[in-house]
Structure formats: structure tokens, C-alpha cells
């Protein structure tokens, strides 16, 4: 390989006799401007941005992976959907947390409240992706069970090591009387 460094060294040294660093710095710059120049007029395929910009008319697909999502009113942590499992099973290699909180969500799709059980998934290291932490309706923290800074993950007897948080719709509200 020293014939690789003897090349390099021999052309940069012949580069560096023939060109200022001011004539360099020139044509840097050229090119930068040119970039600038050429660019904007090169082809682009705009459909993915027209398709994200209107919805012809139709109903914008639900995003679980966005924390304003109806379902994660009250969640914090990092969505399971995000790290490799989907909004109500955890990923591979955890399990569910033996205790949850409970919250309830309202779907502006059909204007009803939701009881929606959010469950941590334990046993491995926190994802790291989509972090929510949205906390509509949370309790101080001697209500346990409408609470949401506990490590949940804690009632486990295999693993106490949160990764993710499911949001799991267990039905409809019932309106007090």
C-alpha cells in the first residue's frame, strides 16, 4: 500500500506547486454557484408532494407513528409503533407490563371518548424513537393508576427495563351520571 500513499503524496505535491490556494478557493466557490444555479432547474419527481399536499377528496389515512394521534392522549414514552412492534402488541424480545394506566381519548373521527389501557413493553433497553409525552388527564402521582411517570415495568418479575408503550383500546366510555 505505500504505492497507494507515494501517489497520493506525489499529486498532491504537484497540485499544491501548480495552484494557489486563492485560485482554489475561486473555484470552489464557482462551483458552489453554479450548484446553486443548476440545481433548482434539474427534474424532480413531485407526486410524493403533491400526494402529501391534498387528499383529492379522501380521508387522510391515520399517522400512528405521530404523537398527536387521537389514541396517545395520554402517553408518555416512546411508541411501540416506532420500534419494531405496532400500536397495541410490543416488539419481539418484550413483554407487556403486568400494571398499566388507563386514559381516556377522544376519536375526532366519530366525536366518542375511548378508554385506551397504555402499557409499557419490557425487557430491553429504551427504543429511543418517537418520544411522546402528552399527559391529557394525568393525575398527581398518589393516583397510581391515572399516573403516568411510573416505570410500569417494575411489576414484571422477568425483566423491569422499559423499551416502549402500547396505546390498547379497551372500549367506550361510559358519560357519568
Known amino acids: 500500500m505505500?504505492?497507494?500513499?507515494?501517489?497520493?503524496?506525489?499529486?498532491?505535491?504537484?497540485?499544491?506547486?501548480r495552484v494557489s490556494r486563492r485560485s482554489a478557493l475561486v473555484g470552489i466557490g464557482r462551483l458552489l454557484v453554479g450548484a446553486a444555479f443548476t440545481l433548482p432547474v434539474l427534474?424532480?419527481?413531485?407526486?410524493?408532494?403533491?400526494?402529501?399536499?391534498g387528499t383529492g377528496g379522501k380521508k387522510k389515512a391515520p399517522d400512528v407513528y405521530q404523537c398527536d394521534y387521537w389514541r396517545y392522549c395520554a402517553v408518555d414514552g416512546f411508541l411501540c409503533s416506532?420500534?419494531?412492534?405496532t400500536m397495541s402488541t410490543c416488539p419481539p424480545g418484550t413483554e407487556v407490563s403486568k400494571v398499566a394506566w388507563i386514559g381516556t381519548c377522544r376519536n375526532p373521527q366519530d366525536g366518542k371518548d375511548y378508554l385506551i389501557s397504555?402499557?409499557?413493553?419490557?425487557?430491553?433497553?429504551?427504543?429511543?424513537?418517537?418520544?411522546?409525552?402528552?399527559?391529557?388527564g394525568e393525575r398527581p402521582g398518589y393516583r397510581m393508576g391515572l399516573h403516568n411517570d411510573v416505570n410500569w415495568c417494575m411489576a414484571n418479575t422477568s425483566s423491569t427495563m422499559f423499551h416502549c408503550t402500547t396505546a390498547v383500546l379497551i372500549g367506550l366510555a361510559e358519560k357519568p351520571s
Open 82 to 85: 416506532c420500534c419494531g412492534g
Open 43 to 53: 427534474p424532480f419527481d413531485r407526486i410524493a408532494r403533491a400526494a402529501a399536499g
Open 118 to 136: 397504555y402499557n409499557d413493553c419490557c425487557g430491553k433497553t429504551a427504543c429511543g424513537r418517537c418520544l411522546c409525552n402528552t399527559n391529557l
Open 2 to 17: 505505500k504505492w497507494l500513499d507515494d501517489f497520493f503524496e506525489r499529486s498532491s505535491r504537484r497540485a499544491a506547486q
